[in-house]
C-alpha cells in the first residue's frame, strides 16, 4: 500500500471547518484513501473512504485531486467532540491488504 | 445490527505472568479479525488478523500469539508477559470482501490498555 504524509497536528475553532490534507504521491490506480479518527482511549472509527471522486456522508466530505496524489478531510463545522487524532490511509480494495495506521493529525477544536 | 465486544476495558499484570484478551463479534458471518497494538504516543500496529476459524496470520513478530476457535472470537495470548507489551490492544472487524480480501473498512472495540508492571 501506498505511504501517506498528514501534518501532525492542526487547530481548528469550534463552528468552523476543518480541512486535513494529506499526501499520497505514490497512490496507484487500485487503491483507495480511507480515512478513520481515534478519539483519546477509544478505538478507531471509520469516516469516509474514496476512489476519485468526492464523497460525502454524514460525518464529512473527502475531496481527492484529480491526480489523486493528495487529499483532504473536511469536517464542515467542528465541534468539541472531533477533536481527534485522524489518519489517512491508502489501500487496495481487492485482495489481501490490511489497515496501515501511521501517525495521524492530532486535531484540536477548541472553543 | 453487528457489534464487536472487547474486554477487559483495563488490565495491570506483573511481567512474567500470563495474558488473554478476547474479542467477539456479533450479527455477523464470517468476519475478517484483527488484533492492534497502539503503544504510548504511537500509531496503531497490526499484530494478527484471521480470515477464518484456525487461520491465522501474523504481521510482526513478538511475544503474542493470537486464536480464532470459533467463527467471531478473536483471542490475544501471551504466555509470559513483558514490559514492552504494555499498551492498549484494539480488537477489530471487517467484512469479507471479494475472495476473501481483507478489504473493506474495519470496525474497532473500545480497546483494552494493558499496563505490565
Known amino acids: 500500500d501506498a505511504k501517506t504524509t498528514q501534518p501532525t497536528s492542526m487547530d481548528c475553532a469550534e463552528g468552523r471547518a476543518a480541512n486535513l490534507p494529506c499526501n499520497h504521491s505514490?497512490?496507484?490506480?487500485?487503491?483507495?484513501v480511507y480515512w478513520y479518527r481515534q478519539i483519546h482511549s477509544q478505538g478507531p472509527q471509520y469516516i469516509i473512504h474514496g476512489l476519485k471522486n468526492n464523497e460525502t456522508n454524514e460525518m464529512a466530505s473527502l475531496i481527492i485531486t484529480e491526480d489523486r496524489k493528495s487529499s483532504t478531510l473536511i469536517l464542515p463545522h467542528a465541534t468539541l467532540r472531533d477533536t481527534a487524532v485522524y489518519y489517512c490511509?491508502?489501500?487496495?480494495?481487492?485482495?489481501?491488504?490490511?489497515?496501515?495506521f501511521g501517525k495521524g493529525t492530532m486535531l484540536l477544536v477548541s472553543p | 445490527s453487528q457489534t464487536i465486544h472487547q474486554w477487559p476495558a483495563t488490565l495491570v499484570q506483573p511481567v512474567g505472568s500470563p495474558l488473554s484478551l478476547e474479542c467477539t463479534v456479533e450479527g455477523t458471518s464470517n468476519p475478517n479479525l484483527y488484533w492492534y497494538r497502539q503503544a504510548a504516543g504511537r500509531g496503531l500496529q497490526l499484530l494478527f488478523y484471521s480470515v477464518g476459524i484456525g487461520q491465522i496470520s501474523s504481521e510482526v513478530p513478538q511475544n503474542l500469539s493470537a486464536s480464532r476457535p470459533q467463527d467471531r472470537q478473536f483471542i490475544l495470548s501471551s504466555k509470559k508477559l513483558l514490559l514492552s507489551d504494555s499498551g492498549f490492544y484494539l480488537c477489530?472487524?471487517?467484512?469479507?470482501?471479494?475472495?476473501?480480501?481483507?478489504?473493506?473498512?474495519?470496525?474497532f472495540g473500545q480497546g483494552t490498555r494493558l499496563t505490565v508492571v
Open positions: 477489530a472487524w471487517s467484512f469479507s470482501g471479494p475472495n476473501g480480501g481483507l478489504n473493506t473498512e474495519a470496525f
Open positions: 505514490t497512490i496507484s490506480g487500485n487503491e483507495y
Open positions: 490511509i491508502v489501500r487496495v480494495v481487492w485482495g489481501y491488504s490490511t489497515l496501515t
